[in-house]
């Protein structure tokens, strides 16, 4: 009885261990920065050459990378680079930005700087957003395009930085938030956002990057984003 216990649970822990590993390798690369506390899954068509068509995602505050599911891969099958960004800092911009610089050095002769596109699920999106008025990303990379879920914020710098840039962005929110966002996610998207602009309001509940995994929101919502980046990036 004993060794058939040992035997169990071993199977439990090669299982488990298994599981672990295929999560963290299902990404071409993984990229960990020692000083900030981000981690970056980046993922390439399979056998793709050549520079391509880059689009980074941010998830919503307070979640992990891991919460978009299989959407970056699923991207990338349609033939783009995506870096997927885990960041956990709420305050400013900083984090995202090195994370962004940090794939720019490893993946430069992979990565179309003219042809790149931002997607962040809430304060992801403000921070990516805030990012676009092009201070501190570097002048090469030229953001054609952006795609924001449940932007929940009426940050100052992020509007600016729209104001400045005027990129096309798709704005994606749910019209019963489960967070009781609904009423600053419409605001944002019907009136602080200036054209060019595209919105969805759909009638439902998940928040940011969830869409991209609850079942009452996933088909809808990227099929609008991989229409939007065939128009605006690729």
């Known amino acids: 009885m004993h060794q058939r216990l040992i035997v169990f649970f071993f199977v439990l822990f090669l299982a488990g261990a298994a599981a672990a590993f295929a999560q963290e390798g299902a990404g071409t690369d993984v990229i960990v920065h020692p000083e900030l506390k981000v981690k970056i899954d980046v993922f390439r068509p399979d056998g793709s050459k050549g520079k391509l068509p880059t689009v980074f995602v941010a998830h919503n505050g307070f979640a992990k990378k891991e919460d978009w599911g299989t959407f970056p891969r699923e991207l990338a099958d349609k033939g783009y680079l995506v870096a997927n960004i885990g960041w956990v800092d709420m305050a400013g ?41 092009g201070k501190a990303l570097p002048a090469k990379l030229k953001v054609k395009s952006a795609v924001a879920l449940s932007v ?51 009638d ?30 690729k």
């Not at 009426?154 to 938030?177: C, F, H, Q, R, W």
Request: net charge positive.
């Open 93 to 133: 911009t900083a984090d995202v930005d090195k994370a962004i610089r940090l794939v720019l050095e490893k993946y430069g002769a992979s990565i179309d700087a003219g042809k790149v596109a931002f997607i962040g699920g809430c304060h992801g999106a403000v921070k990516l957003l805030t990012l676009t008025a």
């Open 152 to 202: 929940s914020e009426e940050d100052s710098a992020m509007l600016e930085a729209l104001g400045k840039n005027k990129i096309p962005v798709l704005a994606v929110y749910s019209t019963k938030d489960k967070y009781g966002y609904a009423a600053i996610n419409t605001k944002f998207a019907e009136e602080l956002l200036r054209e060019p602009k595209k919105v969805l309001a759909l």
């Open 204 to 233: 439902a509940r998940p928040h940011g990057n969830e869409m991209l995994t609850d079942a009452a929101t996933k088909a809808a919502v990227s099929r609008e984003i991989i229409d939007w980046l065939k128009k605006y990036v």
